[in-house]
Nanobody, 123 residues
Framework: QVQLVESGGGSVQAGGSLRLSCSASGRTFSSYAMGWFRQAPGKEREFVAGIRRDGSTYYADSVKGRFTITRDNAKNTVYLQMNSLKPEDTAVYYC?????????????????WGQGTQVTVSA
């Protein structure tokens, strides 16, 4: 079992930055691939970024060059640094963990989810 807790959300003006954190319970954090997803009102949950156990990263085209995902296995934490934020980045952001090797971008690949943290970007 893995429990995930996100933090770091908030309100920011367009062009600003936020850093989201996701703390995981358990002693096997390093064995999981981690992902960030987001869901805006009335829209489906969409992939934002992912990081494999070996540290390789993947991004949605909409955030490439603006967002950076990293992980600190010693702290059981994964981060999402978000720069140059846009109003369309407004959503609830979710952290997720998977022990499988499925597609990063599919929510169904992930075994565990956090409760989400709200990010609001104003124009």
């Amino acid at each position: 079992q893995v429990q995930l807790v996100e933090s770091g959300g908030g309100s920011v003006q367009a062009g600003g930055s936020l850093r989201l954190s996701c703390s995981a319970s358990g002693r096997t954090f390093s064995s999981y691939a981690m992902g960030w997803f987001r869901q805006a009102p009335g829209k489906e949950r969409e992939f934002v970024a992912g990081i494999r156990r070996d540290g390789s990263t993947y991004y949605a085209d909409s955030v490439k060059g603006r967002f950076t995902i990293t992980r600190d296995n010693a702290k059981n934490t994964v981060y999402l640094q978000m720069n140059s934020l846009k109003p369309e980045d407004t959503a609830v952001y979710y952290c997720a963990a998977t022990s499988t090797t499925g597609s990063f971008a599919r929510p169904g690949t992930y075994n565990y989810w956090g409760q989400g943290t709200q990010v609001t970007v104003s124009a």
